[in-house]
């Protein structure tokens, strides 16, 4: 086997693999799995991630709770899924979504899930999720999100949640960039009321 290795984006901790078999995937994730390194893999491609650092993981926390207070204060039923890997060896792809969701009822495949961008390049994720049937998934990057909505011939970008469609996105992004998290889950928690 020929494994190749390139860094996926310039400081970021990641390597990109290519020529990996699924069994070597699992051995990896095996030996990696206390290092809290992330696996994404598609069709012999693998990419590995160091552990997030803090300008990835207080924005996926803060968007997560915003979207968490939207979906309580509004009734909605939803059941967090977190990280928990998705995909299969028959799909050739494999994801841990930074936070994922499941709305109305537990299902094996998340209905939502979000991704934090503070890199670029890598491994086309919404290929991976297009295979797994997540129905939309949702980047994050600068403070902007960006919609995608699963459809028979693959992902389109959307201008607004499908799954959520009375949600403002653009209030998601202003109380996600408030400086004081603290501060920001109350002050949109007040906007709901």
């Not at 890997?85 to 299902?107: F, H, N, Q, V």
């Not at 994720?125 to 997540?134: A, D, Q």
């Amino acid at each position: 086997m020929v494994v190749t290795i390139s860094q996926a984006g310039s400081g970021t901790g990641a390597a990109l693999l290519s020529n990996v078999t699924w069994e070597t995937l699992e051995k990896l994730d095996a030996d990696l799995a206390k290092t809290g390194a992330h696996l994404t893999y598609l069709d012999g491609c693998l990419e590995i991630m160091s552990p997030f650092y803090e300008a990835h993981e207080e924005p996926k926390k803060t968007l997560s709770q915003l979207l968490e207070i939207y979906m309580r204060m509004k009734d909605i039923r939803f059941y967090g899924r977190g990280s928990t890997t998705i995909g299969m060896k028959e799909l050739g792809a494999r994801k841990e979504p930074d936070e994922s969701y499941c709305l109305g009822t537990r299902k094996s495949i998340p209905d939502l899930a979000i991704e934090v961008t503070v890199t670029s390049g890598g491994i086309d994720t919404l290929e991976i999720y297009r295979r797994v049937g997540v129905q939309e998934v949702w980047f994050w990057e600068d403070s902007v999100i960006s919609v995608y909505c699963l459809r028979p011939t693959g992902y389109e970008l959307v201008s607004n949640s499908e799954l959520l469609p009375e949600l403002d996105l653009r209030s998601i992004e202003f109380y996600s960039r408030m400086a004081d998290q603290y501060d920001a889950l109350n002050a949109f928690m007040r906007s709901l009321k």
